[in-house]
């Protein structure tokens, strides 16, 4: 069975903090997704990676960073919060190929922030 | 921009009924269709997968595929209280990456 774990399920910061979001999957996935999930808005894609160290902009990479130092890790990092970040976070993983292949994501259970 | 519509809903439909989601995409390249389910505070789980044209069953749900109308929709049958979630239709957009729909409200009336 699939597991994807994020660190935190509800977190709380000041507008400037740094804050690092993690996530962890089991399966050996090559590929690793951040979104964020907004009411009307969908998924949208931050950042994701098909390969250790590899990392590939998404839609709203801005604002953002990640690092994947490790197959299994994959973290979010916002440099500087500000109240338009605060959201639910979702990672996901998946097996290598592209998403035309038919390529399922599992899914972390996600992360509530909010930015005061 | 490649998009994914979706009617935001909510679907209300009584217990055993048929409920019908619909997707269109912009991207005729696409060529992977993805159905994903979320509970209220629960993140998205897959529910089917279609790449071809026509329909794909497993069990009580149906996928449609027309990619010459860029129309995806989800059938269920005899739907159930339990089924009562929001359906997030998704688009592989070329790449790695996935288009995700806002997605429907559906609920089921006991």
């Known amino acids: 069975d699939v597991k994807v774990t994020q660190s935190s399920r509800y977190l709380v910061k000041r507008t400037g903090e740094k804050v690092f979001l993690e996530c962890v999957q089991d399966m050996d996935h090559e590929n690793m997704f951040w979104y964020r999930q907004d009411p009307g808005l969908g998924l949208r894609l931050i950042y994701f990676s098909y390969d250790v160290k590899m990392k590939e902009k998404g839609d709203i990479p801005e604002g953002y960073s990640v690092s994947r130092e490790k197959k299994e890790r994959f973290s979010l990092i916002l440099e500087s919060a500000s109240t338009n970040q605060t959201s639910m976070y979702l990672c996901a993983s998946s097996f290598a190929g592209t998403a035309n292949v038919g390529n399922t994501q599992y899914f972390g259970p996600g992360t509530r922030l909010t930015v005061l | 921009q490649k998009e994914v519509e979706q009617n935001s809903g909510p679907l209300s439909v009584p217990e055993g009924a048929i409920a019908s989601l619909n997707c269109t995409y912009s991207?005729?390249?696409?060529?992977?269709f993805f159905w994903y389910r979320q509970y209220s505070g629960k993140s998205p789980e897959l529910i089917m997968f279609i790449y071809s044209n026509g329909d794909k069953e497993d069990g009580r749900f149906t996928a449609q595929l027309n990619k010459a109308s860029q129309y995806v929709s989800l059938l269920i049958r005899d739907s159930q209280p339990s089924d009562s979630a929001t359906y997030l239709c998704?688009?592989?957009?070329?790449?790695?990456?996935?288009?995700f729909g806002a997605g429907t409200r559906l609920f089921v009336k006991a």
């Open positions: 998704a688009v592989g957009a070329g790449g790695f990456k996935t288009i």
């Open positions: 991207d005729r390249g696409s060529q992977s």
